[in-house]
């Protein structure tokens, strides 16, 4: 695979996603970060988002609810380079319907290199980078030439 870069924006469009049982804590968690959230563009899940944007009195875009539908939205918005950085407090102690969907969604963040956090340690050191807050650049794929070698 060759790679190219791409540039993260100073203000990133952050997806945040947390399933059922994690609902509390990414709540909890994104009180204490309020004010670094308001640097950034939000968007979630649909439950989790209009959950989010009331408890933190944020506009947040809100896409379709997880198993409906939501975690495939913003794994289009990733590939597309539509979304910096993903949020997601999933359930490691829970079966979910949409399962081939969630692993899709954190496939895709992998394949785009996306920063990724899994559990809220991991969301803490994400939102404690001083990369959170100025424009980086990531290596991606670089889908070109990747097509390029599909089809001479
Ligand atoms: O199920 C989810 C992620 O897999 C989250 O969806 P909701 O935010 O609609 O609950």
């Not at 968007?43 to 009331?54: D, P, Q, R, V």
Request: with cysteine; hydrophobic share 40%.
């Amino acid at each position: 695979m060759n790679y190219c870069k791409r540039t993260l924006p100073k203000r990133k469009r952050m997806a945040l996603v947390a399933h059922d049982n994690m609902k509390a804590d990414l709540m909890a968690w994104a009180k204490e970060k309020k004010t670094q959230l308001e640097q950034h563009e939000l968007y979630a899940t649909g439950t989790t988002g209009t959950l989010l944007s009331t408890c933190i009195e944020q506009p947040v875009h809100c896409l379709y609810s997880g198993p409906m539908g939501g975690d495939q939205q913003l794994g289009a918005l990733i590939t597309e380079g539509k979304i910096d950085v993903l949020i997601f407090f999933w359930d490691p102690l829970d079966s979910v319907p949409h399962d081939p969907d969630v692993k899709a969604l954190l496939r895709l963040a992998a394949v785009w290199n996306i920063p990724s956090a899994t559990n809220k340690a991991s969301a803490n050191f994400l939102m404690e980078s001083a990369s959170m807050n100025q424009t980086v650049e990531i290596e991606i794929p670089d889908y070109q030439s990747y097509m390029e070698k599909r089809v001479p």
